[in-house]
């Protein structure tokens, strides 16, 4: 199969690569870009591990060809925050220990950031129902959720600030 090129943007940077046609979004990410964050946990959509956004919208990065994703803006868990200077959202997982291995924490930290963005309520039923596509192993939910719901009350997004 001859590859073809797909680039995006990559929080902020332009990434371009030539792939095979049935490359997905995280192996692009991961492998063309070079950034590990984002991980493959089930490989179906259903864990949430490999959550990303992209164009505004969250999407589960196992389950999107990297050539859908051409020409977009895709944020990954490396464009929140640095070790000095945490994202808002970091912080409050931090504050409230809403992980334990890691493994899940980039894609409840993406679509924390996705929802928060898009409005979401600080109200603990509506964070447990919007994050029912993420699956964490290790630290049951009541910690995540306390640390989303903090971010939903503090977090100003970028486009409201």
């Known amino acids: 199969m001859k ?3 797909v680039s995006m943007t990559i929080n902020g940077q332009a990434q371009r690569a030539d792939v095979d046609t049935r490359t997905l979004l995280l192996d692009f990410i991961r492998d063309a870009a070079k950034l590990t964050g984002t991980k493959r946990g089930c490989n179906e959509g259903k864990c949430g591990a490999c959550t990303v956004i992209c164009d505004g919208l969250a999407v ?10 051409d020409g977009c803006s895709v944020e990954t868990v490396e464009g929140l925050g640095t070790l000095k200077q945490l994202h808002p959202i970091q912080e409050a997982f931090h504050k409230h220990h809403g992980l334990q291995c890691g493994f899940c924490t980039a894609g409840f930290l993406m679509i924390a950031k996705n929802l928060i963005d898009q409005g979401l309520s600080p109200d603990h039923d509506d964070i447990r129902h919007a994050i029912h596509g993420n699956i964490c192993r290790c630290t049951g939910y009541q910690k995540i959720v306390e640390a ?14």
């Open 148 to 161: 989303i719901s903090e971010a939903a009350q503090t977090y100003l997004p970028a486009a409201a600030e």
């Open 3 to 5: 590859p073809i090129q």
């Open 60 to 69: 589960k990065s196992c389950n999107m060809l990297a050539a859908t994703a």
